[in-house]
């Protein structure tokens, strides 16, 4: 049998068009890699503004309890060195955390730091009726207990939005489309958190 020289190109349409009808037949979902994508980068955005609304609050809960309980000082350099150091990393994020495990490795464990920080803190006001009862701590305590709160919420949120926009760059058709389309896209980084943590957490001053 004598081949043409056309049947090579007509195999390679064939094969094209196998895939995009293979395509077709997934239900599509070239747009989803960048749909996915935007809606992690937004989660993670409200991640950082949480994070700051909670580092905003902390000097002012520093004077408060300074005003009442001075000779805590180890405490409170240790709640404030441990907000500069967060409030450094977050003003020096790398472009590319977002892909980069390390990066967020550093940022996951510094904001950790300070919240452990801030718990430590939080028990020493246990010893200080007077602080408890106060109205600027009672007005922080509601600041704080809401902001933990959407902090959780929004790791959370986050958390499902890498696992679906990673989901959709290992599974097909997502991986097809990577592989033809965004082959620059790549799986992101996520927070190292335990099943319990990602539910919203109670905070609790024992004000009552």
């Given at each position: ?119 430590r803190l939080l028990a020493v006001i246990e010893r200080y009726p007077d602080i408890k009862s106060g109205q600027n701590f009672l007005a ?28 959709e760059l290992t599974t097909i058709p997502g991986r097809w489309w990577r592989s033809f389309m965004y082959p620059d896209k790549k799986e ?8 319990a943590e990602q539910s919203t957490p109670k905070v609790d001053f024992n004000t009552k």
């Open positions: 049998m004598i081949r043409t020289a056309s049947q090579p190109l007509t195999r390679v349409l064939a094969l094209f068009a196998t895939f995009v009808a293979a395509m077709l037949a997934g239900g599509c979902g070239i747009n989803n890699i960048p749909t996915y994508e935007n809606q992690a980068k937004a989660q993670w955005s409200e991640v950082l503004n949480q994070y700051k609304r909670r580092s905003d609050l902390i000097p002012n809960l520093v004077e408060t309890v300074k005003g009442f309980a001075d000779q805590e000082k180890s405490v409170l350099t240790e709640v404030t060195e441990a907000r500069a150091k967060a409030t450094q990393i977050q003003a020096q994020i790398p472009a590319d955390i977002l892909t980069n495990p390390d990066a967020m490795k550093q940022f996951q464990d510094a904001q950790n730091n300070l919240g452990g920080a801030l718990g922080l305590q509601s600041e704080l207990a809401g902001t933990e709160n959407r902090i959780a919420i929004a790791r959370r949120d986050y958390i499902e939005s890498v696992r679906v926009y990673n989901t992101m980084a996520t927070f190292d958190i335990a099943a």
